[in-house]
């Protein structure tokens, strides 16, 4: 059974830093291409960042020098580190998993207030 498990999610300050993190199982977690979405409300996902199976990374625009995407093939797990964490980037993030099929995770919600 496939499960993408995320947490890390939570309520953090402007400014600050929180890391995110997507536990996967079921699947062959090196050979898949891993990326992180959000979702603010009454919008579409939007993608904030990918990393390929040989550790390449892209990242959304507005989010480049901030977050950094990363995995460990070992733990089949992906990251994704925010820091300097502005409002605009409350939303919920979504793990996802593709390469000849795509897998989501169920989402955790980031809040940037003060």
């Known amino acids: 059974q496939v499960q993408l498990v995320e947490s890390g999610g939570g309520l953090v300050q402007p400014g600050g830093s929180l890391r995110l993190s997507c536990a996967a199982s079921?699947?062959?977690?090196?050979?898949?291409?891993m990326k992180w979405y959000r979702q603010f409300p009454g919008k579409e996902r939007e993608l904030v960042a990918g990393?390929?199976?040989?550790?390449?990374?892209n990242y959304l625009d507005s989010v480049k020098g901030r977050f950094t995407i990363s995995r460990d093939n070992a733990k089949n797990t992906v990251y994704l580190q925010m820091n300097s964490l502005k409002p605009e980037d409350t939303a919920v993030y979504y793990c996802?998993?593709?390469?000849?099929?795509?897998?989501w995770g169920q989402g955790t919600q980031v809040t940037v207030s003060s």
């Open positions: 996802n998993a593709i390469r000849f099929v795509t897998y």
């Open positions: 079921g699947f062959t977690f090196s050979t898949y291409i």
């Open positions: 990393i390929t199976s040989a550790g390449d990374t």
